[in-house]
């Protein structure tokens, strides 16, 4: 590896050009573990991080609307290698959250590896090279935090030059894709007229406008996700202060309570940092029974009878919870019409004490238009079903509006947002996912026909109820092993076999059929509309899980544990490597001296059979030669120790 260093051509005499021996597209969690995991495990800190937002943390960093935290208890959603005993809370805020990512960079001296407003336009393999050629753009300050959209409407107002700087080509001889799926929002809804008639600001949750002031004025939520459920509490109060919210929802989702905790909040914040910095291993034992609470929920995603008593039983305790927390007038269209599970649950942090405030109105009515102050709601209603009867509203009104906040969730069907990547043939990546049905790859992590090219939380790696960096450092794990081939001079390319891809994704999809996220009563950003799910990933029962592991009789697949299993111990037979010289060599090598120890191994046995040696002999030599180098190695232990001491007390 000391042979792969960051080059740069001058441009004497033809063009400027960069050669980075590794290459990583984004700087959100995904991309900081690659780069703290190529520094820790293989000792190599020649690569680039390019990032199109002006900071770190990926959707951390964009995200900063009022009440943003992160809804699965930090301990677990923070990195193995870099546990952090100080989180103030379960569910820090953003802030907070951007402040550990920060401290992880300067912990793996990371900050000079990161480029920031510099946007991976295009990445094409160059056959000959064996090299990946990528086309670095890079943008003003602040506008990469900008929305794709955001940046086309600037194009057309103020020409390209108010948006870009400028261009540059580099190499690469590794590619590896660390783009989040939470990157794009959703645009205006098309079908609603209107937009350009507004006299208020409308925008986006994902891209807060700072400079709009929401005091006395009437604001309208549209959508009822994760995001909107911890910005809705605040708007009513200060410091912002607005004077009505209407929030519209197509479908109430299920919503959990928070976990109990064995103290107040307040304490929490004061104690646990304490507590969890002095006292060892006490943080990951908490870590661990995170975990295997999260991972509890797997009963609810399969589609036997044990799953959906599973799913009735919690469904029947989180209506209770809605009943006996909001204001009975919602009661109706907080019931949600699908199975718990098959879509993203959300973690009250508010909302439903939130509705008992006058100023806060919940409707299913749907956003038909708007006018220059208002929005005109219905006729309609889009939850319960307008043909059944009942007491929500569904006559068409009209709502004061001076500002419109889009919660409806972010471009999460088209992953690698933005970054094409043009294969070994000369095909997109996208285009090849449309002709095989949608987005895949192989364990979400490679793709046939792309070299050298690797996916950090890629396709089918979403659990819906667990950690997503469980997921990232799994995936980190397994391409470093690929990755270390080429950095260290023992293949020039690695591939994933076209077979082994299709067979990999044909059963995922078949397996998903198989679970509550295939349901058709459930319309959520997990499957697109022709029933492709590209997003989670199949799940089993831990118990069944653990037989697999440990049994080589049972058939082991698709499972967390699996998975798990499948990133530490590849399955070579499944890749095309292309070896160099020195590493043919090494393999000859081994190859060798693995016919060398068998051809040994049996020659002792048959010399030791000729000598009238029985089995139970053997294994009294091997116990006696473990017990004898065991009492060696103890003895040479406390030798060293006393010569240590004898050293020490001079």
Avoid at 433 to 450: T, V
Wanted: with cysteine.
């Amino acid at each position: 590896m000391a042979s792969q260093k960051i080059q740069r051509s001058y441009g004497y005499g033809g063009e400027t050009c960069v050669y980075y021996p590794v290459a990583i597209v984004g700087a959100g969690e995904s991309g900081i573990a690659m780069a703290c995991r190529l520094k820790e495990k293989l000792g190599f800190d020649q690569f680039r991080i390019f990032e199109r937002h002006s900071g770190i943390g990926g959707t951390w960093w964009i995200n900063r609307y009022p009440g943003v935290a992160c809804d699965v208890p930090a301990l677990f959603y923070s990195f193995s290698f870099a546990p952090n005993p100080a989180w103030t809370s379960l569910h820090p805020s953003g802030p907070e959250m951007i402040r550990y990512f920060e401290s992880v960079c300067t912990k793996y001296e990371l900050n000079d590896k990161i480029q920031v407003n510099t946007e991976v336009s295009e990445a094409r393999w160059l056959k000959d090279e064996e090299q990946w050629e990528i086309t670095l753009t890079y943008l003003r300050p602040g506008m990469g935090d900008a929305s794709e959209a955001q940046r086309r409407e600037a194009i057309e107002k103020h020409g390209r030059d108010y948006v870009y700087l400028g261009m540059e080509r580099a190499r690469a001889k590794v590619l590896i894709s660390a783009v989040g799926g939470l990157v794009e929002p959703k645009e205006w809804p098309k079908a609603v007229p209107g937009q350009e008639i507004f006299a208020g600001d409308i925008f986006h949750s994902a891209r807060w406008n700072r400079e709009t002031d929401l005091n006395d004025k009437d604001v309208v939520v549209v959508g009822t996700g994760c995001s909107a459920a911890q910005l809705v509490p605040g708007l009513t109060q200060p410091p912002y202060n607005a004077r009505s919210v209407t929030q519209l929802m197509r479908s109430p989702p299920w919503v959990m309570a928070d976990i109990d905790l064995p103290v107040t909040k307040e304490n929490w914040a004061k104690w646990s940092p304490k507590v969890f910095a002095n006292v060892p291993g006490l943080a990951r034992l908490v870590r661990a029974l995170l975990f295997l609470r999260l991972e509890y929920d797997w009963r609810l995603f399969g589609n036997a009878k044990l799953n959906a008593r599973e799913r009735t039983k919690l469904e029947k305790e989180l209506l209770g919870l809605m009943k006996q927390k909001v204001p009975e007038k919602y009661h109706e269209i907080l019931t949600p019409s699908y199975p718990v599970g098959c879509k993203r649950r959300i973690l009250d942090s508010g909302w439903f004490e939130s509705l008992h405030d006058p100023k806060v109105d919940l409707t299913t009515q749907p956003l038909t238009s708007i006018k220059e102050r208002s929005v005109i709601l219905g006729p309609g209603r889009t939850h319960p079903d307008p043909q059944q009867d009942s007491a929500a509203p569904a006559v068409e009104r009209e709502v004061p509006a001076d500002v419109i906040i889009l919660a409806n969730g972010f471009e999460t069907s088209e992953w690698l947002h933005a970054l094409p990547v043009i294969g070994r043939e000369g095909r997109s990546l996208h285009e090849v996912w449309r002709e095989r049905g949608g987005a895949q790859a192989y364990l979400g992590n490679a793709m046939d026909g792309f070299p050298n090219f690797f996916i950090i939380f890629g396709p089918n790696t979403v659990t819906g109820h667990s950690s997503v960096i469980l997921a990232t450092e799994c995936m980190v794990e397994y391409s470093l092993k690929h990755i270390k081939l080429l950095l260290d001079g023992t293949a020039s390319k690695v591939e994933v076999k076209r077979e082994a891809e299709v067979a990999y994704t044909a059963e995922i999809q078949e397996q998903l059929r198989q679970t509550v996220f295939a349901d058709g009563s459930c319309r959520s950003w997990y499957k697109e509309d022709s029933g492709w799910n590209s997003t989670t990933y199949p799940l089993s029962a831990p118990f069944t899980e653990l037989l697999c592991v440990l049994s080589l009789t049972l058939r082991c697949r698709y499972s967390q544990f699996w998975f798990i299993w499948k990133c530490a111990f590849p399955k070579w037979s499944d890749w095309n490597i292309t070896y160099t010289q020195k590493g043919r060599r090494r393999q000859l090598v081994r190859q060798g001296l693995a016919i060398i120890a068998l051809a040994l191994a049996i020659l002792g046995v048959l010399q030791m059979r000729r000598q009238g040696y029985r089995l139970k002999d053997v294994r009294d030599m091997a116990r006696t030669a473990f017990n004898g180098t065991a009492t060696y190695v103890s003895r040479s232990a406390d030798r060293v120790a006393q010569l240590a001491g004898e050293r020490w007390s001079k």
